[in-house]
């Protein structure tokens, strides 16, 4: 134990009663809650104790990760977690993160890691082949889509406008993620810089305010150099229209950036290609790997039109990194991103792509697809649920509807569904606020999920929806 070690049976003790855990909670999903709230002071109660000199018993502790830790904690990969952008993941990737931990591969540079770098390579370029890229393009597995979308845009301030800021001013609509905030105020532009466009009636872009507004920018001697659009919001799953907004990027030789965290992934689909048209234009692209490629947390993955955009921007050779340079042709990712330390983030994708084959992918997909127009199809025959958004990319948004409610008292009600849904635990949703209606979204991308737990999902929300209505 001095040394941090364990004996061989030691070891495989260990690990066989983690697998043996994990496998556990994966057979167990559906049976489970969705979600166990607790209180701080309860988990402190519960978890805070101090670190000590003397070992302590893994037995107790791994059994004190599953009940308290791991048992407070929202369980996303369940099929009826229909909230936010579920993660679903899948087991072959929980085996390649078991693996790329223990191996403990520092996958930032060639000369550790051949073998890793090679297996990004080829993953990422499969993406850029899907995505209708060409033979220039390649990307890096990050952490999410808050980091995919920051270096693409640290790219795109780099490549247009050699990181100078003033007067520069970047476009995106009123739908777009807060992410797209954050990762612009870290690469330091402020709100003067920052246009907000107005969305329509669809909740997409509406590209005739975003001529406009460019156009008055101009006038008054900003530099608009960057469009942000949307292939998948996530309020209501929205495709902003890509080829609009890319023709308007190429007659202003403006950087055309897509947010497809969560959309792009659909492009494995061929009904998703069709509806992700204009994609294929965009000169960056972020996309979450722990999303709609049913990854676990956490891989998210920037793309470019041209990798050599990548290395222009985040190359920086230091003098202890000499030996890791000496071959031009030697894939070094961590010129490509911020890290330098970087794990095999590129494993379980790679992985699960050759165990389980891409019509598997592609089924997948579809399945979420298909779902989220059952789920819909279910709301229109329920009276007291009124669609608010059509199904689009495997979401929707609905809410409790009564006709003898105005508004606000529709907003309440909704409000406390959610709560209440919470507390119960059968399911999981979220709400979120579309024109003054607070609505319910169902986002059904986990091929585990089935029509069943859609239906009886709804059938919870009408019961807590009446409940509530009856005690107002």
Request: charged letters at 25%.
């Amino acid at each position: 134990m001095s040394k941090l070690q364990f004996s061989r049976e030691e070891m495989k003790k260990m690990g066989y009663q983690v697998i043996d855990m994990l496998v556990d909670h994966w057979d167990n999903l559906p049976q489970k809650r969705t979600a166990i709230t607790a209180t701080r002071q309860e988990m402190r109660d519960k978890i805070s104790q101090p670190f000590v000199s003397e070992p302590g018993n893994f037995d107790d502790i791994l059994k004190m990760l599953r009940e308290d830790v791991f048992g407070h904690a929202l369980n996303v990969m369940h099929p009826r977690f229909f909230a936010y952008i579920p993660g679903p993941s899948n087991f072959v990737s929980v085996l390649a993160d078991t693996m790329a931990a223990g191996y403990n591969t520092f996958a930032g540079t060639w000369l550790a890691a051949a073998g890793p770098s090679q297996i990004e390579w080829d993953t990422i370029h499969f993406l850029c082949e899907q995505l209708g890229l060409g033979q220039e393009a390649g990307g890096i597995f990050v952490s999410g889509g808050s980091m995919a979308n920051l270096t693409a845009l640290a790219v795109a301030r780099k490549q247009v406008l050699d990181d100078r800021l003033h007067n520069a001013t970047v476009y995106f609509s009123d739908q777009t993620h807060t992410a797209t905030d954050r990762a612009l105020i870290i690469l330091g532009f402020h709100r003067e810089n920052i246009r907000k466009i107005p969305s329509n009636d669809n909740f997409v872009m509406c590209t005739d305010e975003l001529r406009s507004q460019i156009q008055k920018d101009k006038q008054n001697g900003q530099r608009p150099f960057c469009v942000i659009a949307n292939s998948g919001t996530t309020n209501t799953g929205a495709i902003e229209p890509l080829n609009d907004i890319a023709d308007i990027c190429e007659e202003e030789n403006m950087w055309f950036h897509v947010d497809g965290a969560y959309g792009a992934a659909a492009v494995l689909s061929e009904r998703g290609k069709k509806q992700l048209q204009g994609i294929e234009r965009a000169d960056s692209i972020a996309l979450d790997p722990h999303k709609w490629l049913f990854q676990p947390f956490e891989i998210g993955c920037t793309i470019v039109r041209n990798t050599e955009h990548l290395r222009d921007t985040f190359q920086i050779l230091p003098e202890f990194l000499q030996d890791a340079h000496q071959h031009d042709r030697e894939i070094n990712f961590c010129d490509h991103g911020i890290q330098l330390s970087r794990s095999f983030r590129a494993l379980k994708l790679w992985l699960s792509f050759k165990v389980f084959g891409l019509k598997a992918f592609s089924d997948a997909i579809d399945m979420g697809f298909d779902l989220a127009e059952f789920a819909a199809q279910q709301v229109e025959k329920n009276s007291h649920l009124q669609l608010v958004t059509p199904a689009q990319m495997a979401l929707l948004s609905f809410r409790y509807y009564d006709e003898g409610c105005d508004e606000e008292a529709l907003n309440h009600i909704n409000n406390n569904i959610v709560k209440q849904v919470i507390k119960e635990g059968f399911a999981m949703m979220s709400s979120t606020v579309l024109k003054g209606k607070t609505v319910l979204r169902l986002c059904t991308i986990n091929p585990r999920s089935t029509e069943d737990d859609v239906c009886q999902t709804l059938m919870k929300v009408v019961e807590y929806g009446q409940g509530i209505q009856k005690k107002m």
